[in-house]
Every structure is written in C-alpha cells, then in structure tokens.
C-alpha cells in the first residue's frame, strides 16, 4: 500500500497549486500586471480629459479648452520595482498594526501573504495598498478565526470607518482568487525544535533512513562545531539544550519579519522556508538536523541544502522591517509619484462596493450573461434535484 508522505498532501493544497512560481514566471508575471495597469490607468486619464472636454452648458463650453490644455501628454507611472517596494511598506504597516491590535502570529502573517497574492494580479496604480491593508487583516481575522468585531477594529485606525474596511474586501477575495488557506513555517519550525531537544537529551528518533542510534546522535550534538563568531564549542547536554533554544529564537523572529516582507511563500515550501531560517540562526545545527534525515550517500541532501541555502541568502537580502531614513525619503517619493498615475475609475473603494452589489447597474455591476448564467445553474441544480429525490410535494400535487 503506497504511503502518502506530507509533501503529497502539500502539492494538493492551493498554495502549492496556485501560488507557487520561479523567481523568473514571478518577475514575468508582476511585470504584465504593471503593463495592463499602465495601459488601463492611461485609457483612464485620457477617458476623463476627453469627457471633461465635451460641453454640456454654457459653463462647461468656456471651460473646454481648460480641460483640453491642462490634460496631461504623458503620465510618469511607477515602475515594478517601486510597485514592490510600495506593498512591502504597506505590507509592514500591516504587521505593525497587528502588533498594536495584539493579533497572533498567524493572523499578521496570512494578512500580509493576502496584501502579496493581491498585488500579483493588481496595481497600486489601480488600488492604492492604504486602503486595501486594512480589509487585508481584517479578512485574515476571519480566516484564522480569531474574532474581531469589525467597530472596533476601525476603531483603531485614524479617519477609518467600518465601511471603509469591509468595501474592498470582495475586491481582495477575487484577487486571492477566493483561495484563503496560507500554510506557514512556524508549526514546522516548533516541531523542529522539539525533536532537536530530544535528540540532545538522548531520547530521539532518527530519520527512517538513518541508522545511527539516539545515545550515538546525543554525543554528535555535543561534538558540533559552534556558530560562526559565536559561543565556545558545547561541553555538556545543558549547554546543547541552551544553543538549541537561543537558534530557535532567532530562528523565529527571521519568520516573523525576513521571511514575510520577501517572496519566499511564492519561491519555496514551508519546510525549506523554516529550515532556512534555523541556518540564518545556527547553520552547524541546522546541517545537523538535515543529516539525522538522510542517509550518508544520499543524492537528496545536497539538493535540500542547496534549495535552504538560497531561501536563507533570500532571507539576508530582504527589506528591513524597520526602514531608516533614506529609505523613508524614497518611499515618500514613490508615494507622491502614486499621486499622479492613479487610475481614477478606482479611487473611491466604497462606490465601487455599492456598485458591484446592484443587480447589473452601472459599469461595476453584475453582467446579464452571468446573471443568466446564474439562473441556468440554479435550474439545473433543482432539476437534477428532482431526479434523485422526485419532485416536491405541492410541484407533485399540482400536476
């Protein structure tokens, strides 16, 4: 009977399926999104101009030529490198927020993989990352339920109301393309580090693949060489036990900040992204670790190493959770820049909330063929309802 190993049940969740990419299909895909909202923020401003421009009252027809002059020749849109850096900010708000409101872990982190789906297949340009953070975790509190009453978290925020918060929500969930489950790092690195203080304390289990024995693995424990401009080599299982905690605290905090502001969720597994991190914390331990699961001759090892050593030198490489000043000055200069490429059919989330909520009304609304698409769907649901159970009683009674 074949055995289902975990990275089967991985590969069919639609994080593996839907949200995993190369760094180059990434780069390919973020660079279209920024074309399409380039090209639909220009139709946008000309579409304005041009009406603008058309007289409807004595008023209007002195002010044409206004409209006509001022309209601008050719907008400076943001790059996708001031895209990206403009979400990662907006990105650490949201963490910072979720600190403020007290949230756990998990709701921060599937917050902020919400706001980086999001932007995949949307602009900034299109929608501004101010308004979508706040629906971002909001949302993220229902999907990890935690209970927040929607008052009181807008509550929290300045010149925010309820409406505000709620308006771009089905917006963000047909970005994420309704698929809101987000499989992090963190329960993996915690099972880490339990089996790493059992193998210290000489009461572990190898690899299945791995012969050698617990007694045999507690003295190698001992015997590893210490971190790189760190603490003398270990002499005694306390001081092992005490490496291990002090890896797996650092290790953590790299997952609570490095590995959320890069794109490591799209590049790698959670596994490797949580083994990365133990390397960025104490690499000699984390070799270790991976040894335990291989057999000496094994052609996967390597390979693993190789993938862990990329995710973690992606880890390094990533914006700080804390700008500093110079990176401050660019980023407001990215925003300003935002100010003058927005695409102005979208600015006001809340009508276009409203919008989308009346039954094909205006421009936002449902369209007639998916309405009729719709109904044909309920029809044949109630027919092929009817075939299993017969028809209803008083359908039956009247005929």
């Keep these: 009977m074949a055995t289902i190993t975990e990275d089967d ?58 409209y006509q002059r001022d309209a601008p020749k050719e907008v400076d849109y943001l790059t996708v490198e001031e895209e990206q850096k403009l979400v990662g900010f907006y990105c650490m708000k949201a963490m910072q927020f979720a600190d403020f409101c007290e949230f756990p872990t998990n709701v921060k982190a599937t917050a902020v993989q919400y706001l980086k789906r999001f932007y995949l297949s949307n602009s900034p340009m299109t929608y501004h ?30 010149k925010t109301t309820a409406e505000d918060v709620v308006a771009p929500e089905f917006l963000l969930t047909q970005g994420l393309r309704f ?72 290790a953590k905090e790299t997952l609570k900040s490095s590995a959320l502001l890069s794109d490591a969720y799209f590049l790698y597994t959670p596994s490797q992204i949580w083994l990365a991190s133990l390397l960025l914390a104490d690499e000699p331990l984390a070799r270790f670790y991976i040894d335990t699961k291989f057999p000496t001759a094994s052609y996967l090892k390597p390979k693993l190493l190789n993938t862990v050593q990329r995710c973690a030198n992606l880890f ?38 409203k919008a989308q909520k009346r039954d094909g009304e205006g421009e936002n609304g449902l369209d007639e063929k998916i309405i009729k698409k719709r109904k044909l769907e309920r029809e044949k649901s109630m027919q092929e309802a009817d075939d299993i159970f017969g028809p209803a009683l008083g359908a039956k009674d009247s005929k």
Excluded at 132 to 151: D, G, V
Excluded at 316 to 328: F, I, N, V
């Design 316 to 353: 390094r490489s990533s914006a700080s959770a804390d700008p500093g000043e110079a990176e401050m000055k660019e980023l407001t200069k990215i925003d300003k820049k935002l100010y003058k490429c927005r695409n102005p059919e979208k600015m006001d989330m809340v009508s276009i909330n």
């Design 9 to 66: 049940v991985y590969r069919t969740s639609t994080q593996y399926r839907l949200w995993s990419y190369t760094m180059a299909s990434l780069a390919s895909l973020r660079s279209t999104t920024n074309a399409t909202a380039t090209d639909g923020v220009r139709a946008a401003i000309k579409g304005l101009y041009s009406q603008k421009a058309q007289p409807n009252s004595d008023e209007q027809l002195n002010n044409a030529h206004v």
């Design 129 to 158: 990352p101010k308004e979508m953070m706040p629906s971002a975790l909001f949302l993220a509190t229902k999907t990890e339920n935690h209970y927040t009453a929607l008052k009181h978290f807008a509550a929290k925020l300045s």
């Design 179 to 250: 698929t809101f489950d987000v499989r992090h790092p963190h329960r993996g690195l915690e099972g880490g580090f339990m089996e790493l203080l059992a193998l210290a304390r000489g009461k572990g289990q190898p690899g299945h693949t791995n012969e050698v024995p617990s007694d045999q693995l507690q003295k190698n424990m001992i015997n590893i060489e210490p971190v790189r401009g760190g603490s003398m080599k270990s002499k005694s299982v306390e001081d092992v036990v005490l490496r291990i905690q002090n890896a797996h605290g650092k």
